[in-house]
């Protein structure tokens, strides 16, 4: 493989900084993090590639058309993959202002600097702008409710986005597509199922379970809990964006799951059973971790089931997740029982694990 220059937006978030880690043990590859720091970027959790030589950190905000333009021109890069993105659903309903910013005119701005680049390229450079590739990452919840119990979310499912911030991801890949036909930019969108794993911000359900555990703090299931989602190991999902970045065609949507449907309840109590098996030492007076999961109101709007069908990717770049959910999910609760030192200084910050998306 010839020597590649990738940008990565967003790569000191959860799976971004995954896929900055992954990517940067191909020594092949120049890797550049392109991260504004929000209060989900953690460069703590690229410490151990930090000092790689094939690889460069710039802080910069997406919405910023001028700066992008000077990076792509200074670092030439062959690959985009963006990922930059506010991402979760609760703050999403308390303040979606910032999402439309982010995700929508963000990625507006990018796909402007990356299409000028790009059309220099055809000039200069007719070879590398044949090989060049804006992979934007996406999720599934663009696809709203599944409504039969045996239907799967596919590549043509039609968009119908029930959050503010999934309506916004919507957008951004309809801005994607049209980029992609309007001005021929080669452009690839993939949709992701529920992403979990280590180094993951301590809002999202999984880590919120596991630290709130811990403490002897209440684990609070919204309504009835029995909500499904499909999980995905966040390393399983980084090999598969890096495949498709590489080896995927110009123009397509890849659906990438994890094969893994479970309740919101079932995982909540899986976490639970974990911590009974690897950290029996309970908070002062608490018998049993289950006795910790606290039913509260539902989300409004709340998506009851998603589910990935992921056979086109597997069939057409051969990607299948290496992880099941048990052996993800333990590996997982084991790397925040490890790691107190980095979720400490997180929750060191503005979020304390309170409730979000009330409203």
Known sequence: MKDLTIFVTGGAGFIGSAVV?????????????????????????LAEIDRNSNYHF?????????????IFAEFQPDIVMHLAAESHVDRSIDGPSTFIETNIVGTYQLLEAARHYWSQLTTSDPEKAT???????????????????????TETTPYAPSSPYSASKASSD????????????????????????????????????????????????YGDGKQIRDWLYVEDHARALIKVAMEGRVGETYNIGGHNEKQ?????????????????????GLKKYVDLITYVKDRPGHDVRY??????????????PEETFETGLRKTVKWYLDNEDWWRRVLDGSYQGERLGTK
């Open 264 to 284: 919101n309840i079932e995982v909540v109590r899986t976490v639970c059973a974990l911590l009974e098996e690897l950290a029996p030492g309970k908070p002062q």
């Open 21 to 45: 880690r992954e990517l940067v043990r191909r020594t092949e590859i120049r890797v550049v993090n392109i991260d504004k720091l929000t209060y989900a970027g953690n460069l703590e959790s």
């Open 131 to 153: 090989g060049f590739r804006f992979h934007h990452i996406s999720t599934d919840e663009v696809y709203g409710d599944l409504e039969g119990p045996d239907d799967l979310f």
């Open 307 to 320: 589910a990935i069908d992921a056979t086109k990717i597997q069939r057409e770049l051969g990607w299948m």
């Open 174 to 221: 309809h801005l994607v597509r049209a980029w992609g036909r309007t001005y021929g930019l080669p452009v690839q969108v993939t949709n992701c199922s529920n992403n979990y794993g280590p180094y993951h911000f301590p809002e999202k359900l999984i880590p919120l379970m596991i630290l709130n555990a811990l403490a002897g703090k209440p684990l609070p299931v």
């Open 58 to 70: 710039i802080q910069a905000d997406i919405g910023d058309g001028a700066r992008m333009a000077q």
